[in-house]
């Protein structure tokens, strides 16, 4: 795809979809390829390895590479990724591609979801456009995590994909994430707004239930359409 064509893409969706504010997503962003994902649909979840010690914790805990996930919506201008990374906002695909720490991603669809349905998850997500990241995968507040994100449009089609988890039981199987923990725990809002300290704020913290990727992606339901993760390759079709 030639940058010209990438920038008449970006500015007809800026003017249909976002005509206040321009699309996330600085510079100029991978391009798909031909043996990238193309059959794009309303609602799919497309699932990524962040670069953060949060993700590298992440994935020695869940023993599984998703550690970010957005919601795809169809635009006249191309497909456009919901996340929550600064804020919650809409970004091209190949934007969202930019935060893979090793490019690989997996894209995930509802087994039985009507063309008509697909319509609600991307547009009660709309609604929380602009709510801050939640970096602690927190349930329940004004600030929000890819995975809770995910949670909260779906439950428009009366489903709660997803289970959470106390934190500790997380912790107790990753030596990166009790590391992660020890250096967020005096800025925690959890644990700063009450002064805990040390040991009151990770027993705080290692009670509190978090929703992560990988149990949005372990979710009843969701079927694998495409990954181009290695780990997936016995389940999922993808580049081979």
Request: hydrophobic share 40%; charged share 25%.
């Amino acid at each position: 795809m030639s940058r010209l064509l990438r920038e008449m893409r970006r500015a007809a969706c800026v003017a249909a979809v976002l005509a206040m504010l321009p699309l996330g997503g600085q510079g100029v962003a991978r391009d798909l390829e031909a043996n990238d994902f193309h059959d794009w649909g309303n609602a799919q979840l497309i699932f990524v390895q962040g670069a953060e010690p949060l993700d590298r914790a992440l994935v020695q805990a869940t023993k599984s590479p998703y550690t970010h996930v957005g919601i795809v919506r169809l635009t006249g201008g191309g497909p456009v990724v919901l996340e929550t990374t600064p804020s919650l906002w809409e970004v091209f695909v190949e934007d969202f591609l930019d935060q893979s720490a090793d490019g690989h991603y997996a894209v995930y669809g509802l087994r039985g979801l009507s063309e008509e349905d697909a319509f609600t998850p991307p547009r009660v997500a709309n609604d929380f456009l602009e709510a801050p990241d939640d970096p602690y995968l927190r349930e329940g507040l004004s600030e929000m995590s890819g995975a809770e994100l995910v949670n909260r449009s779906y439950r428009s089609l009366g489903l709660d994909l997803g289970e959470p988890v106390p934190l500790g039981d997380l912790a107790a199987g990753s030596p990166e994430l009790r590391t992660w923990l020890e250096s967020v725990w005096r800025a925690h809002p959890d644990c700063s707004g009450q002064r805990l300290d040390r040991a009151d704020c990770l027993a705080r913290l290692e009670r509190q239930k978090v929703l992560t990727p990988a149990a949005i992606g372990a979710a009843p339901g969701l079927v694998c359409l495409w990954s181009s993760f290695p780990q997936d390759r016995e389940r999922c079709p993808g580049p081979r």
